[in-house]
């Protein structure tokens, strides 16, 4: 058997006192970081800070946990350093995996790949987390690597959770289809209910999608990778949007995630918080008539978009319960499949991570969004920016009239709004914002649905799962 993470000689024992007590103190500082505080990056940055000349960093678990917030930043001056506290324990598991990982970051991937190789004898005998977390590290080092770790776990219980066959390059049978099928039925949502045939229809389009393949996003990865997506494809994208703003031709790029899918069900009839509170707290809803209109007119706005991005198959099977139910809602809404493009639900995400936004925020004009373009970081300093705000999402937002609404206060100015062609506009307001590019679009302007970008560019990183996950993506623009 491999030895245990973090397990340690007796002398490095002797050095410590009470060790064992603080390893375990030290290896939930990188959860904790990641999902309690305000500010993964600060919290990170304190681990380092306090992990600095700690005797800690001689054991495989302090070098583990220093390679790991080291990763998690994607600190490329401090990786030389983790990289040669973790050399005395290479060959470990777990410490490899943390070796691969920093390699692959600052672009060593032949040393990755071999590392990678090394450890592949012994992929099939370890338990299945460590297993898992061997997929993701091969995939993400190259698809070579990908495809050989998924071949020696062909068979095992990780092929029952990941769809392997995509790594390995061969077609996902009938009876796989079938099986992912039923992981997906069973799946229990506190909003939709799914039958077996809205269960085969969804795997069968995001399979078709990603065989096809008008998928983007590596399917041998966690669902919140947001590094994961083809980079020559984001940057086809961003190419086809400038087109759109140099002929003045319409265009509208929106993504669809667990929130709409709901929304587009008919199970959501406060828009997630957007029609605001009642006296007493609760959310409104849209009276029955105004919401079936309401849902009437999103369909309609959703058939003009010429790009409309849904989660993939592993973020459907991994990812949050009611993914599932965006690819059934545009099969439902009648919206053409070469528009639709799985794995687009992270297109903002892939655009702020690839630095292909940069080729945009010159062409801007304005934003529709809850936060003033002049405490985003990357267009600070535009004062020709035009700003149609609206109140932020209700969850993560403090208002200072309790009784604010954007379906009342902002959603009919903003839809008759004299958008003009050629403008470029951002937009992340939610449900509504899909409207809003739909608008846009029909003015001759283009629009780009980039979601908790806005939080993100005014340094929140607490507002999305998937942020707080990668906290490297919010370095840039912390406070």
Known sequence: MWPKRGGQSATTAESVPDLEAQLTTLR????????????????????????????????????????????????????????????????????DLSRVDLLRIVGRNDEAAAVVEAQLPNIPLMDSALQAQWL?????????????????????AIADEWPLEFAMGEQISEERIAYFAQVLRALDSRYCAFTDDDALTVIRLLVDLQQ?????????????EVDAIDSAYVESVVDRVLDA??????????????????????QRANLGGAVGRRPDGH?????????????ADLTASLLTADLVGIPDLVQCLHGPVDARTVPLSVLDAGIDRERI????????????????????????????GPVDPRDMRPI??????EWLSVPGEIFYYDYADASASHWDDCYRDIMTYPFEPGQLWLVGAGTLGKM????????????????????????????????????????PYRP
């Not at 096809?212 to 919140?224: A, D, E, G, L």
């Not at 003015?443 to 707080?468: C, H, N, P, Q, Y």
């Open 28 to 95: 939930q500082r990188i959860p904790d970081a990641v999902w309690k505080a305000d500010s993964p990056v600060s919290a990170l940055l304190d681990l380092l800070a306090d992990l600095d000349g700690n005797p800690l960093l001689a054991t495989p678990t302090g070098a583990m946990v220093n390679a790991q917030a080291v990763a998690a930043l994607r600190d490329g001056d401090r990786i030389p350093a983790a990289l040669t506290l973790l050399d005395p324990h290479a060959g470990n598991p777990w410490v």
């Open 136 to 156: 993701f590290a091969a995939s993400r080092v190259n698809a070579t690597c990908a495809g050989a770790a998924a071949r020696v776990l062909s068979g095992s």
């Open 212 to 224: 096809n393949p008008r998928s983007i996003r590596t399917q041998t990865v966690p669902w919140h």
């Open 245 to 266: 703003v140099t002929s003045h031709t319409g265009y509208s790029l929106v993504r669809l995630g667990d929130g709409e899918g709901v929304v587009m069900r008919g």
């Open 283 to 295: 959310l409104r809803e849209l009276d029955d008539a105004v919401h079936e209109q309401f849902l």
């Open 341 to 368: 493009v799985s794995g687009g639900w992270y297109l903002h995400l892939a655009l702020e991570a690839s630095g292909q936004v940069q080729r945009l925020l010159p062409h801007l004009s304005g934003v529709i």
């Open 380 to 385: 600070a300093d535009r004062t020709d920016i």
């Open 436 to 475: 809003y590019c739909g608008a846009i679009r029909a003015a001759g302007g283009v629009a780009i649905d980039i979601g908790a970008l806005f939080d993100l560019w005014s340094g929140r990183a607490d507002t999305r799962g998937e942020v707080r996950q990668n906290p490297w993506i919010t370095l």
